[in-house]
Nanobody
Framework: VQFVESGGGLAQPGGSLKLSCAAS????????TSWFRRSSGKERQVVAS????????RYADSVKGRFIISRDNVRNIVSLQMNALKLEDTGEYYC?????????WGQGIQVTVSS
């Protein structure tokens, strides 16, 4: 079972980054997926979620209108398009897949927003 993130890095305020998480070893379409963020000194918090059959999304108030979560149940990928980045978007981002009896986590990927 693997859930591997990619796409993090450094961006300037107002810039964009896209995170992706590729799933393998489990039936991806059976799991709801989310992106979490852990910022310095804070608990890990959910940023965005999408149901296992795409169409139902939810966002934290802090990212509404700027971030877009999407998933591809054929390629087994969940993505997070991050636009209009702010300094406070800096943190380590984790993808997660939640099923009936388990939650699978990615390893985490760093996003730094700095001028």
């Amino acid at each position: 079972v693997q859930f591997v993130e990619s796409g993090g890095g450094l961006a300037q305020p107002g810039g964009s980054l896209k995170l992706s998480c590729a799933a393998s070893g489990f039936t991806f379409s059976n799991y709801a997926t989310s992106w979490f963020r852990r910022s310095s000194g804070k608990e890990r918090q959910v940023v965005a979620s999408v149901s296992n059959f795409p169409g139902s999304t939810r966002y934290a108030d802090s990212v509404k209108g700027r971030f877009i979560i999407s998933r591809d149940n054929v390629r087994n990928i969940v993505s997070l398009q991050m636009n209009a980045l702010k300094l406070e978007d800096t943190g380590e981002y984790y993808c997660s897949a939640s099923g009936i009896s388990e939650t699978i986590w990615g390893q985490g990927i760093q996003v730094t927003v700095s001028s």
